[in-house]
């Protein structure tokens, strides 16, 4: 009951009832609350302090800012400040005017990734720059995977968090993990949509995820395995964070012969034959399924496995005492 009441009691609060909506929406640094509701960050620090003592809020570190956003794990406290949260009226002129000012917020954020990506002469979108069917392999992806209950749901180079937002119907909640701030700004932007509050990135190394073992029950890894130094790693730490049963689901491009994608994309293998990514699964105790293909100007292939449930330890059998 202790519980309960802390979490009450720190909810209610007018500024931090509106700092629980705005986190429905997605993950929010101190400076962007500061902004968005024209109070000094100090005092803001103190609310949100209490938030996440209370297990209303979760903090996440990227380098020099924190960013904070409503618990992914069911959780007692995860499912009050929901639970609270769809009780609030949608048309609160307050809370219509702080999803206002958080819409410019993230659409900046958005603007300066892009600005940030383009000053470098980087193409963030990938499937464009290699002029690959988009919406192609996004039907197979979806065609490929069950029609609902997904479960838990990591998308290891998220990238711009396009997965994330596909899946969102057929998932309980997703989790997008990438090694660029600016990627994750333009995915946070993404994500802050409605219906989207189940739906989170963080930053992460895709071979030291910062996650526990077996805590999903779906991990994608989509146009990102080509540019993996130790493929066979990456593939290690994707099935180690794997349920058992679970399944994981591997889309990038066949084996193919166009070298300048290594000058000009970076690409450290030129894609990939069914054989080694059947390897790669074997080798950390997935069963691979059938690939599917999606022809193009390089043709996509779609890998998918599940992993192996775990053996059953045998009961030793009683000697009798007859």
């Not at 009780?87 to 600005?115: G, K, M, Q, T, Y």
């Not at 074997?282 to 599917?292: E, M, N």
Request: net charge neutral; charged share 25%.
């Amino acid at each position: 009951m202790e519980e309960l009441l802390t979490g009450l009691r720190a909810c209610a609060e007018p500024t931090r009832l509106r700092l629980l909506a705005l986190a429905a929406r997605g993950a929010f640094c101190v400076m962007d609350f500061a902004d968005i509701l024209g109070q000094s960050q100090p005092r803001l620090s103190r609310h949100l302090r209490l938030l996440v003592e209370a297990g209303l809020l979760e903090r996440q570190r990227e380098g020099a800012n924190v960013w904070l956003a409503l618990p992914q794990a069911a959780t007692p406290a995860g499912s009050l400040v929901r639970s609270l949260l769809a009780r609030l009226p949608e048309d609160d002129a307050c809370l219509v005017a702080d999803r206002r000012h958080a819409a410019r917020v993230l659409a900046d954020r958005a603007r300066i990734a892009s600005e940030s990506f383009r000053s470098k002469g980087a193409d963030w979108d990938e499937m464009r720059a290699l002029g690959l069917p988009a919406a192609a392999v996004e039907h197979a992806l979806l065609a490929a995977l069950p029609a609902v209950d997904l479960g838990r749901v990591l998308d290891i180079g998220t990238g711009t968090g396009a997965l994330l937002e596909v899946l969102a119907p057929r998932i309980d909640s997703g989790l997008g993990i990438d090694a660029s701030r600016q990627m994750l700004a333009l995915a946070r932007a993404r994500l802050a949509k409605p219906g989207l509050g189940h739906c989170a990135v963080r930053l992460g190394d895709m071979y030291r995820l910062p996650l526990p073992d077996a805590a999903f029950d779906l991990v994608v890894l989509q146009m990102i395995l080509h540019y993996a130094e130790d493929p066979a790693a990456a593939m290690a730490e994707a099935a180690r964070v794997l349920r058992p049963r679970g399944r994981l689901l591997v889309v990038d491009l066949a084996a193919h012969g166009r070298a300048e994608c290594r000058e000009r994309l970076a690409h450290r293998w030129l894609g990939f034959a069914d054989d080694r990514i059947a390897d790669l699964f074997r080798t950390v105790g997935l069963a691979p399924s059938p690939a599917i293909s999606v022809p193009g100007p390089l043709e996509i292939r779609l890998w998918g496995a599940t992993s192996l449930a775990p053996v059953a330890a045998k009961q030793p059998e009683l000697e009798s005492t007859q």
